[in-house]
């Protein structure tokens, strides 16, 4: 069973960092490409950030890029995000994403989400 577990999400103010992590188990994703996603209250999931398979190309949002980095541990099967200089409507429970597809400037979502894990940006 294809498992992706996100960890490290949290409380912090505004300007604050925190690290996420997405641990898959069952089967590897050395070879797709991931992504991270997100839902704030009544709104609907958007994109956040992806990678390619072997880590050498990203592509973000607008809203986030210059402040979050997406890389990822093959050897870990593990996926990451950076969130650097958050701010409040950076405040939605995030979602891991694997196997989709890839390219520079567009990434389409696999079959394979994660829980989600809550991020709360205090101002």
């Known amino acids: 069973q294809v498992q992706l577990v996100e960890s490290g999400g949290g409380l912090v103010q505004a300007g604050g960092s925190l690290r996420l992590s997405c641990a898959a188990s069952g089967r590897t994703f050395s070879s797709r490409a991931m992504g991270w996603f997100r839902q704030a209250p009544g709104k609907e999931r958007e994109f956040v950030a992806a990678i390619n398979w072997s880590g050498d190309s990203t592509y973000y949002a607008y809203s986030v890029e210059g402040r979050f980095t997406i890389s990822r541990d093959n050897a870990k099967n593990t996926v990451y995000l950076q969130m650097n200089s958050l701010k409040p409507e950076d405040t939605a429970v995030y979602y891991c994403?694997?196997?989709?597809?890839?390219?520079?400037?567009?990434?389409?979502?696999?079959?394979?989400w994660g829980q989600g894990t809550q991020v709360t940006v205090s101002s």
């Open positions: 994403n694997g196997g989709g597809l890839y390219g520079s400037s567009w990434y389409r979502a696999g079959d394979y």
